[in-house]
């Protein structure tokens, strides 16, 4: 860390005692000599710490916390007591010490977090404000997971990161920082979970015992210290509490769910289309094709280069008619040309940064020298947005926003003194610079649904800051064609996946170089159960198409995008559960159940959803492999073999096959394979029933697919609860909402009855009871059963 010397002599400071308290509703003050701490309840499991050393608190300003945090409890119970302060809520009992020493601890008296020095302070004379810091002291066995797309292992125990959003071309597993920077990191000890999240955009660090192995600390290099603790006890609910703070993803159109092509670049359109026309020819279900930065004009942004594509809204239309989404990317940098209209009006309104000193910043990106907008200023977000306008019109479906960090070539990014609006605040780099990328992405979002509105759409970020989930989904940049990369691309859409960025891929296959066919193959199958499902490639080394690896991995990369596929409603679901109440889409193995030792450390298994175990095979030339499942009953999704959880097992997973288990007691939906989403009307829902002795419930979300109208009531949630009682299994159906899908009846499929069922019977919501025939020319039961089902009894 770079200083002032006399800073560094004069050493870090502490606080001083309390002299005074105040509590004002669910905010309270407490006074010290020098400093001020305002501890303010948010919810009964969520407190946000404030501290200023010197004077008064900062602003309270966040581009991370949403505007419309729930309102607060109102049973905040504060004591004073002789050397301390209790301030209770509904959960929690948080003593603050008249030194103002933080410990909290549940009502059970468990105590969950205690700072070690808790918060403490350096001023910086070169810059004005201040060093934060904050210590907590290591529980024993403490284990600590989180901070977005960092690469290692899984557990963050032993290490030191820092945030400053950096574009890491082709990133090993030991590079940081990466390109995003998410300040927030969960902790489990004792089976109890919880959440720290550090709002404060500056360079900033975390260290979970890698100096003292006793103690993990926060701090940035300016800003306040302001965080917030949030308490599970459940991993799942931290998480869930994190997203009550900055946000979900808005639920994507389904067509974002399906699968994408990309490269760097297709051009000209016939070569879009060729691609286009030869995924449907092969059978290869696809959404949308990805159009990198040369379908520009010199890479002018919102323009095309009209030699390779002469007419855009006739070849979208064209692509549209054939069911592909045209997805574009979009990057800052503003080419310095008189002639260029975004050029001109940028600089005409003074919508570019410019350095300490007053000159316009310059760096130079792909267009050559560029200026770039100041997207932390609420006019050139606006300005920014009505840009998309033409493009929109043509029937662009996606945007896709790279280089944001922002990436400079040479200067690697802006210079510290260039200066940010910060919406009213303004500040300069150092400040605004791991933002920069989230207010990118949200200029994009509000500026293309404006336009394309009612219509959802999809947009990408490269780079983003906590909260971006609520503009945009993500991947994780350049990765690079190795087994290395395949291990790793696992670990960071888990990690992303519990930093509140469900929506997240990576570029499968790798972006640097050319996998092996074996490689692609095992990488598609690990895309297939990633939320954002997209192969993209730099294009240098060779094709990276699915059928650029020979006709006889053909088949093994099919199964892959048509498990997708199939998988769909399941998928959208989850995404709706995690667009609800911010559970993670995909959830690692520690959070199916912190309470079991074994997934402390395991990082390789991870589920989707409530109801699927996927473990990827991440070896060359494997057969199978060994993998953990949580406790339960587990059923093998490709063989139906039943297992039971709580130990390793080995599941064989030939080349066309990746090990997925499926939890017993789920109801999982299913589409037929269709080469895009709403290929054809759908005529029945496929429920996979799978067995359970005991009683489990699953739901099914449903509605247009598109459009904002769930959000007035209009979709259908399906709630079965599956129970085995007296020798029969009763499946009851409960639904919520007006939606009215296309198809009439359910086609069940009925996987691990202990005995061939001879008896189902149903009732209906009119209160008629039917008799079922069981279909058993299969090797799996079926029934067909009108969707008004109420009740459906199994002998
Ligand atoms: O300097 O647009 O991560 O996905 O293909 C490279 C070209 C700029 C980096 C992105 C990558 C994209 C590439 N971009």
Redesign the pocket.
């Known amino acids: 860390m770079e200083q002032d010397p006399r800073s560094r002599a004069q050493g870090k400071r502490t606080p001083q005692l309390v002299y005074r308290w105040e509590k004002t509703g669910a905010i309270c003050h407490f006074y010290a000599p020098q400093t001020t701490l305002e501890v303010s309840v948010v919810t009964d499991h969520i407190l946000r710490f404030r501290y200023s050393p010197y004077g008064s608190l900062m602003q309270n300003f966040s581009y991370a916390i949403r505007e419309d945090l729930p309102t607060p409890p109102t049973s905040i119970k504060v004591e004073e007591h002789d050397d301390s302060f209790f301030l209770e809520t509904n959960s929690l009992r948080c003593v603050i010490s008249k030194t103002l020493h933080i410990s909290i601890y549940n009502l059970d008296g468990q105590l969950v977090v205690e700072d070690e020095r808790g918060f403490h302070w350096e001023e910086s004379h070169q810059h004005g404000g201040n060093f934060v810091y904050c210590s907590k002291r290591i529980q024993e066995q403490e284990v600590f997971f989180g901070l977005g797309d960092k690469t290692g292992n899984f557990n963050l125990r032993g290490r030191r990161f820092e945030l400053w959003a950096t ?1 890491r ?1 082709g990133y090993d597993k030991n590079s940081d920082p990466l ?1 995003k920077n998410i300040p927030f990191y969960q902790g489990l000890h004792h089976g109890l979970g919880y959440g720290i999240f550090f709002d404060n955009t500056f360079r900033s660090h975390f260290d979970f015992g890698h100096s003292n192995g006793n103690v993990s600390s926060f701090w940035a290099d300016g800003g306040q210290m302001d965080y917030y603790f949030i308490y599970g006890p459940e991993l799942l609910r931290v998480v869930e509490g994190y997203a009550v703070l900055t946000g979900t993803h808005e639920l994507p159109p389904l067509w974002a769910l399906g699968f994408h092509q ?4 297709y051009f000209p359109e016939s070569q879009v289309k060729s691609i286009a026309q030869k995924l449907r020819e092969l059978q290869l279900p696809c959404d949308a094709i990805h159009l ?2 040369d379908y520009m004009d010199e890479f002018r942004c919102f323009t095309w280069n009209a030699d390779r594509f002469p007419d855009p809204a006739r070849m979208i239309q064209e692509l549209k008619a054939d069911g592909f989404n045209a997805v574009a ?1 979009t ?1 800052p940098g503003i080419k310095l040309d008189p002639s260029y209209s975004v050029y001109r009006e940028g600089i005409e309104n003074g919508y570019f940064c410019r350095r300490a000193d007053g000159p316009l910043m310059r760096g130079e ?2 267009p050559g020298i560029c200026h770039f907008p100041d997207f932390t200023d609420p006019a050139v977000r606006q300005w920014w947005g009505t840009k998309f306008e033409d493009q929109v019109a043509q029937g662009i479906a996606g945007y ?1 926003n ?2 944001n960090e922002p ?1 400079v ?1 040479e200067l690697g990014t802006f210079p510290e003194d260039t200066r940010h609006d910060y919406d009213g605040h303004p500040c300069s780099h150092r400040k605004a610079h791991n933002i920069y990328g989230t207010q990118m992405a949200r200029a994009t979002y509000e500026g293309v649904k404006a336009q394309i509105f009612p219509r959802r759409f999809l947009n990408l970020t ?1 780079s983003g800051f906590a909260g971006m989930q609520r503009f945009a989904a993500t ?1 994780t ?2 990765n690079i064609s190795t087994w290395e990369h395949l291990w790793l691309a696992n670990l960071q859409c888990q990690r992303m996946s519990i930093s509140g960025v469900s929506f997240v891929g990576s ?1 499968i296959g790798g ?1 640097i170089g050319n996998p092996s066919p074996e490689l692609f193959v095992r990488w598609m199958q690990l895309g297939a159960f990633h939320p954002f499902f997209r192969v ?4 240098d080394h060779g094709d990276q198409e699915p059928w650029s690896f020979g006709s006889a991995n053909l088949p093994a990369i099919r199964k892959a995008i048509e498990t997708r596929y199939r998988l769909l409603p399941y998928v959208y679901t989850t995404f709706r559960q995690h667009a609800h109440q911010g559970t993670p889409v995909i959830r690692p193995l520690v959070y199916l159940d912190q309470h079991d030792p074994q997934t402390h450390y395991r990082m390789d298994e991870f589920g989707l959803g409530p109801d699927l175990l996927i473990c990827p095979i991440l070896e060359e030339k494997s057969e199978g492999r060994q993998m953990y499942l949580p406790k339960g009953q587990w059923f093998n999704y490709w063989t139906d073999e039943e297992v039971t959880g709580g130990k390793e097992v080995w599941t064989e997973a030939r080349l066309d096959t990746i090990p997925v288990y499926v939890r017993a007691g789920a109801l999982l939906p299913h589409y037929p394979v269709m080469q895009h989403v709403g290929e054809e009307k759908l005529a029945e829902l496929i429920l996979h029933v799978y067995y359970t002795s005991q009683t489990y419930a699953s739901q099914v979300y449903e509605d247009a697919g598109d459009f904002y109208e769930y959000e007035q009531g209009n979709y259908c949630i399906r709630t079965f609860s599956q129970v085995a009682e007296k020798g029969q299994t009763v499946i009851r159906q409960y639904t919520q909402g007006r939606f009215n899908s296309s198809y009439a009846t359910f086609n069940m499929v009925l996987h691990g009855f202990p005995t061939v069922p001879k008896k189902v019977t149903i009732r209906l919501t009119t209160g008629e009871e039917q008799k079922i025939e069981v279909h058993t020319d299969g090797d799996t039961p079926e029934i067909v059963v009108s969707k008004q089902f109420e009740k459906l009894v199994i002998k």
Request: charged residues 30%; aromatic residues 28%.
């Open positions: 574009d071309y390109y990309s490269k760097w670049s990198d930065i990317i990057d990106v792909w896709w790279d280089m990436a070539f490269r991947w940049g350049d570029d972006f993209h490639s730099s294009g």
